[in-house]
């Protein structure tokens, strides 16, 4: 998410999430904090949104939410998708949404004169920005590669960047996910011709699992899959709803007849059916992941069957992604992925793909966006061999502020920038604070002491020997829940001897005395709660 602002004016480029690490326990999603934004709701003149991925419209709900956004401008994939999100979250109204496509011409908000040029990515309808500002001239990437035989035809329009060179570009704002990697990047082309090969071998089902919203590898495969008599089916929420947006869009291509619905795959034999799914990033409730766990209701993988895992694990999902492929080759399936079939390319450029765009644009100052630290680090070493000078290279982390004027980029700033965890319908009520016990509970478990009062004759006194609840001790504990029993009724009894019937008085001595025995017997500290009723 890129704010831009200028003569009082704001306009958004993209507004994107991201996913939890392991380390999120039981975070749903990451969004970026929009405090700056909201502060200054007025200012905002709309949201320019460079393609249909997750991280880069996912969080576009979650600021209409807080904010009132007036416009939305987006390619028509892009904005199909956007209008279903809006939709699950009751904001179709709104917002005016705003078709715009490469080629178009400028539009005007506000101060800033606004053009999108076509890029080739692995979602179509990817587009550029090109902002006119006060400031000066600057082209803001989006993602993209230099495909030069792209599923759809629509290359990235390589002519119309030359054109904006030569205008002058002031301030690149690039892509650098594949920074780090020399050469160039395949064509998406490659894993069709890799599904001609694998498809028409295989007598068992096969399943193809990637991202719902890449379109592109979706017609390949059923293109390849319905040449060699195979009927489809699209399995998980997320595939079957893309697929039907892409469909209606005139994005995807699929015959009616050669698509089936997830249960009636049960009547075909099993060298006549294709599936393909969601799950290639292991995620625990995803089709892929039930499927190799032999939990979902219509499809099962048997021995003879061909799993394609068709994406990258992105950093942190490795370890699900590996487990899910254990349980695939478990149950007899041949699995195929990144590393050991072409059956992925990714949607990025490579050193030399960002190399060109410098060249092309022959930008007067570069600030790598879009990747880890040390992939904007290597963006920023191509720009400095591609002859822009040291003091125009920006190097910016989330929340920095960029001043743009006659032509010359400087950091002058930072603002509050964090990052806000969305936990079921909750967004932003979970805070360090509640990660920190979760991640004490998952490492140490739990201890619950329960302890009833009875009040009689003016004093109080035990009616029954505590009780104890606890997770996470495994076999073998109940040496040590004895003892902590035995603890509990001892403490109870003293201080309820020296007249102490304080709850809170009651259950600070509880929870040090119990916290104590554990760590002495264990070395471990976990989450103790206790609980004091009176009756």
């Known amino acids: 998410m890129t704010v831009y602002e200028a003569d009082g004016s704001i306009v ?142 629509q290359r990235t329009d390589v002519g119309m960047l030359a054109e904006i060179g030569n205008r002058g570009v002031d301030l690149l704002l690039g892509d650098s996910t594949n920074a780090e990697r020399p050469g160039f990047t395949p064509s998406e082309r490659v894993v069709g011709e890799a599904f001609r090969q694998i498809f028409p071998s295989r007598r068992g089902k096969i399943l193809v699992s990637s991202f719902a919203s890449n379109v592109h590898r979706m017609q390949q495969a059923v293109d390849v899959g319905v040449d060699c008599g195979r009927k489809v089916a699209f399995v ?56 190799a766990y032999d939990d979902h209701p219509a499809v099962k993988v048997e021995a003879g069957d061909t799993v394609i895992i068709s994406a990258k694990p992105i950093p942190g999902n490795e370890l699900r992604v590996h487990d899910a492929i254990n349980r695939l080759a478990r149950s007899g399936a041949e699995v195929l992925h990144e590393d050991n079939a072409p059956v992925h390319v990714s949607g990025h450029g490579r050193a030399e793909e960002l190399r060109t765009i410098i060249g092309l644009l022959r930008p007067g100052a570069v600030m790598p966006v879009h990747g880890e630290f040390r992939m904007l680090a290597a963006h920023a070493q191509l720009a400095r061999e591609g002859g822009v000078p040291e003091d125009r290279i920006v190097l910016a982390e989330n929340g920095t502020v960029v001043q743009l004027e006659d032509g010359v980029p400087r950091i002058v700033d930072r603002v509050a920038a964090g990052i806000t965890f969305v936990d079921g319908l909750g967004v932003g009520d979970v805070h360090d604070v509640a990660l920190r016990d979760r991640r004490r509970l998952a490492e140490d478990g739990v201890v619950i002491v329960v302890a009833t009062l009875a009040a009689s004759n003016g004093s109080s006194g035990l009616t029954a020997p505590p009780e104890l609840i606890v997770r996470g001790f495994g076999e073998g504990a109940e040496p040590l829940l004895d003892e902590l029993r035995s603890e509990a009724g001892r403490v109870l009894a003293e201080l309820l001897a020296d007249d102490v019937t304080e709850i809170k008085l009651l259950q600070e001595h509880l929870h040090d005395t119990l916290g104590g025995v554990v760590y002495d017997r264990t070395r471990r500290r976990p989450m103790i709660l206790p609980v004091v009723v009176e009756v």
């Open 12 to 153: 958004i480029v993209d507004a994107g999430l991201a996913f939890p690490r392991d380390e999120h326990l039981g975070v749903d999603l990451v969004l970026p904090d929009f405090s700056y934004l909201v502060e200054r709701a007025t200012m905002v003149r709309g949201v320019v949104l460079t393609h249909g991925h997750e991280d880069h419209v996912g969080s576009l709900p979650y600021l209409m939410r807080e904010m009132r956004v007036p416009l939305v401008v987006a390619t028509r994939l892009t904005l199909g998708l956007v209008k279903s999100k809006l939709d699950e979250h009751g904001l179709a109204r709104e917002a005016e949404l705003r078709e715009a496509a490469p080629g178009d011409g400028p539009f005007q908000l506000g101060p800033f004169r606004i053009e999108l040029v076509r890029m080739a990515h692995s979602i179509p309808d990817a587009a550029a920005v090109m902002l006119e500002t006060p400031g000066g001239r600057v082209l803001h990437t989006g993602d993209y590669k230099l495909d030069h035989t792209p599923v759809d035809g």
């Open 236 to 291: 998980g929420r997320s595939m079957r709803k893309n697929a039907n947006i892409a469909r209606n869009l005139g994005y995807m291509d699929v015959p009616d007849e050669a698509i089936l619905r997830p249960h009636e795959l049960a009547e075909l034999p099993a060298h006549e059916q294709l599936i393909l799914c969601t799950g290639s990033q292991g995620e625990p409730m995803s089709a892929m992941t039930r499927i």
